[in-house]
């Protein structure tokens, strides 16, 4: 087995490396002048099981090519099987037309992976299941799910959390939370006049009282999520908190938490965290290594990875 990467999320390389106890093979992954990226193995890969991990967080575009063109580099170096691990796939929420004449984005990046020689996909929490579909390929979407619930187990009182989801879409997502702890759920009905911006409607649950914790995919700006705290705190929440696989976290999005109502906001280390989300004292993360570490070991043996999850 050969574990590569490129430079979306060196920290999450390092550690699902250290899990498994597989250094990381010696690989040059940098820019010329133009930024054009080039890319160089340094270590034999002939015949091995060669894993490449690589969040497409931003800059999404490099960290994609920079993917594309490692796949490429394996593949004509005769490595045996080529996985790309995504623990964030960038252009999931692209996974539809949401207007006339728009882009299914998140498909095109699944035809790029498969076409640049990709033999399997492992990643985690996509942002609609069916983009497992997308590919040709065998894909493996793992869920962050018992990660958070552990994590939520070691912070909170469980027999006073109620779980709730930020929207109906989420729904399964936080369901799925709030079976393995025993809560109660929660949703909040909201609607998005236009991308980007949305608005509560109403607050399905009683919330009363209760130490409430949104759970959720993806956080971006940031701006859905304060509002749902805000509106659950005006419900009669006693406190509020958000457990989110994903922290994208760009633009004023630190700020915008920072001076939020939120208790704090739990994310996995699935983007790597930079230096105005490290500012922020109410932004936690947890690290997601030993549930890649051992879905990447799984795969290479061959065992089963959805067991992971029973």
């Known amino acids: 087995m050969k574990l590569v990467t490129g430079n ?26 133009d930024k054009e990226i080039f890319v160089e193995i340094h270590e034999n890969v002939r015949g091995e099981d060669v894993f490449i991990i690589q969040s497409t967080s931003y800059p999404t575009n490099d960290h994609l090519m920079e993917l594309l063109i490692l796949i490429d580099a394996a593949r004509r170096s005769s490595a045996r099987r080529i996985t790309a691990v995504l623990p964030y796939y ?24 498969t076409e640049a020689g990709a033999n399997r996909i492992l990643t985690l929490d996509l942002h609609a299941p069916q983009i497992q579909g997308f590919f040709d390929i065998p894909t493996d979407n ?10 939520i187990a070691e912070n909170y009182d469980t ?19 709030a079976n393995r702890i025993g809560a109660q759920l929660a949703i909040v009905d909201k609607r998005r006049p236009r991308a980007g911006v949305s608005e509560v409607m109403n607050i ?22 304060v509002n749902a705290a805000q509106a659950l705190l005006d419900a009669g929440a006693s406190e509020v908190s958000a457990y989110i696989t994903h922290g994208v976290l760009s633009g004023d999005a630190p700020g915008r938490i920072a001076n939020s109502p939120l208790k704090e906001l739990v994310t996995t280390d699935s983007i790597e965290m930079n230096a105005d989300v490290a500012k922020v004292d109410k932004i936690r993360h947890i ?18 990875v959805s067991s992971l999850f029973d």
């Open 159 to 177: 027999s006073k959390v109620m779980i709730v989801s930020p929207d109906v879409g989420g729904v399964l997502r936080a369901r799925n939370v």
């Open 142 to 151: 793992l869920y962050a799910a018992p990660v958070l619930t552990r994590d």
């Open 204 to 225: 399905i649950g009683d919330v009363r009282g209760q130490s409430c914790i949104l759970i959720d995919d993806i956080v971006d700006s940031g701006g859905t999520l």
């Open 8 to 33: 979306s999320n060196l920290t999450v390389a390092k550690a699902v490396s250290d899990y498994l106890e597989i250094p990381l093979t010696d690989a040059s992954v940098k820019k010329f002048a």
């Open 287 to 304: 690290s997601i290594a030993s549930l890649i570490g051992e879905a990447i070991a799984r795969t290479a043996s061959e065992q089963s």
């Open 90 to 113: 960038g252009y999931a929420r692209q996974d539809r037309k949401s207007a006339p004449r728009t882009p299914i984005s998140a498909k095109l990046v699944a035809n790029l992976i």
